[in-house]
């Protein structure tokens, strides 16, 4: 079931797009509204999004995921060069790493609910 931002709750389990893949969450901790304050009259209003159509801004999500870091070497011109790569995981057992991500304008799926 696809939800807003503003529907989430402490423990669901979501799938949302990142950079041309899935990523399966699980939210530890709802984002905040953020608010700026209006220069005319000094009262708090909704911070709005301006480069596409008017959406209320959130502040980051606090989720857990399942990634692992891949570690490779490549010889190029007789020297070793050593990359790191993040290899996410779409799966909802065993989340190892819990990071930040900003969830307003972005499709969200309700996967779970507790």
Not at 4 to 15: T, Y
Not at 71 to 88: D, F, K, L, M, P
Not at 90 to 107: A, F, W
Request: aromatic share 12%; with cysteine.
């Amino acid at each position: 079931m696809l939800i807003k931002v503003e529907d989430l709750q402490v423990g669901d389990e979501i799938l949302t797009a990142y950079n041309a893949h899935f990523r399966y969450l699980r939210v530890m901790r709802l984002p905040r509204s953020l608010y700026i304050k209006d220069p005319v009259t000094g009262m708090k209003i909704p911070k709005m999004c301006r480069w596409s159509t008017p959406v209320q801004l959130y502040g980051t999500t606090i989720y857990s995921a399942k990634m692992n870091q891949v570690e490779y070497s490549r010889v190029w011109g007789g020297i070793t060069h050593n990359y790191t790569r993040e290899e996410w995981f779409c799966t909802p057992e065993d989340h190892n790493i819990v990071k930040y991500m900003q969830l307003s304008g972005r499709d969200i799926w309700l996967v779970k609910r507790d």
